[in-house]
């Protein structure tokens, strides 16, 4: 095993096929030992036919969480070794119906014994065992279902590309990028607008100097995402986040999530209660990060721009 404590847990997919290598050869000799010619591959759907009887091949896929080719494949091996036979008194030939020939229904018996021995030994490994394995599979499975293992590492690769981004205040020296990542942005989805230019042509005087904030995300300290604070002269609100925009080379790396949190961090220092934005709704990912924020939908406001159709705000 020192392979696997160089790897660690990277190679649990091959530790686990290894352990059921190991049990499989153990599997096919146990049934040599009674006497029973079998494959260990063949138990589920011998299971669920000895103990359900007749069923469809579809419904014993579902049963035993198979894909319906495999189980098709592994039933006509049963048929050839004569432990199974198709459409037994099935009026509707189009349903593949299948059930336990007299030699299969005989050798389930046989293999009732080798199950209630076979239990009695797992259950002494289990006794001998710090951690119960069986419980323990019962368990991953759950959370595996709950949250697949690739959305997991999906999750820590954002996280571990997310510690190289920095946020940072706007300077002068980031005004092209301002306007260039908006631009492209913008352009990619819908065009520009009056009210676009004025930002984005004059983001010191539009923007910093009434009061708002803007934030730059580097990433290797190249300007890569861009998303403005700005002051509303508005009795429900108090500020605007604005003009949001990533590379697209670099999306995937949680920048718009950090860009949004520092917006609404400068906001509540800013003694701001809330925090409107306005977007459109074929914006998916956009729409998404918004409601992940925190922001709710709201209706009957006015607005600049041709492409808003959904309007949200944030309650600090």
């Known amino acids: 095993?020192?392979?696997?404590?160089?790897?660690?847990?990277?190679?649990?997919?091959?530790?686990?096929?290894?352990?059921?290598?190991?049990?499989?050869?153990?599997?096919?000799?146990?049934?040599?030992?009674?006497?029973?010619?079998?494959?260990?591959?063949?138990?589920?759907?011998?299971?669920?036919?000895?103990?359900?009887?007749?069923?469809?091949?579809?419904?014993?896929?579902?049963?035993?969480?198979?894909?319906?080719?495999?189980?098709?494949?592994?039933?006509?091996?049963?048929?050839?070794?004569?432990?199974?036979?198709?459409?037994?008194?099935?009026?509707?030939?189009?349903?593949?119906?299948?059930?336990?020939?007299?030699?299969?229904?005989?050798?389930?018996?046989?293999?009732?014994?080798?199950?209630?021995?076979?239990?009695?030994?797992?259950?002494?490994?289990?006794?001998?065992?710090?951690?119960?394995?069986w419980e323990a599979i019962e368990e991953w499975e759950f959370l595996l279902e709950q949250k697949s293992l690739f959305r997991r590492v999906h999750e820590q690769k954002k996280l571990r590309e997310g510690k190289d981004v920095q946020i940072v205040e706007y300077e002068a020296q980031y005004q092209q990028a301002f306007r260039a990542l908006n631009e492209e942005w913008i352009s990619t989805y819908f065009k520009m607008e009056a009210a676009d230019y004025k930002a984005l042509d004059n983001?010191?005087?539009?923007?910093?100097?009434?009061?708002?904030?803007?934030?730059?995300?580097?990433?290797?300290?190249e300007p890569v995402g861009v998303c403005a604070l700005i002051k509303m002269n508005d009795p429900d609100y108090d500020f605007e986040l604005a003009k949001m925009a990533v590379s697209p080379k670099i999306q995937g790396k949680s920048i718009g999530w950090l860009l949004g949190q520092a917006v609404a961090d400068a906001a509540k220092v800013l003694g701001a209660s809330k925090i409107y934005l306005e977007s459109n709704t074929s914006l998916k990912p956009a729409i998404n990060l918004y409601h992940k924020l925190g922001f709710k939908k709201v209706v009957g406001r006015s607005t600049p721009y041709e492409r808003c159709n959904i309007q949200m705000e944030l309650e600090l």
Not at 52 to 65: H, L, M, W, Y
Not at 116 to 121: G, N, P, R, S, T
Not at 206 to 216: C, M, P, S
Request: with cysteine; aromatic share 8%.
């Open 1 to 133: 095993m020192d392979f696997f404590e160089k790897t660690g847990k990277m190679a649990l997919g091959s530790r686990l096929r290894l352990m059921t290598a190991k049990i499989t050869d153990d599997a096919v000799k146990i049934y040599e030992l009674y006497h029973i010619e079998f494959s260990p591959k063949w138990f589920p759907v011998f299971f669920v036919l000895a103990t359900c009887g007749e069923k469809t091949i579809t419904e014993v896929a579902n049963e035993i969480a198979h894909s319906q080719p495999s189980v098709s494949k592994i039933v006509q091996e049963m048929i050839a070794a004569g432990l199974i036979q198709e459409n037994r008194e099935s009026t509707d030939k189009r349903r593949n119906v299948v059930a336990l020939t007299e030699k299969g229904i005989t050798i389930s018996k046989r293999i009732e014994i080798q199950c209630a021995d076979v239990d009695a030994a797992i259950e002494s490994v289990i006794a001998e065992a710090r951690h119960n394995l």
């Open 203 to 221: 983001p010191q005087t539009y923007i910093l100097d009434n009061g708002g904030k803007i934030f730059v995300a580097l990433y290797n300290n």
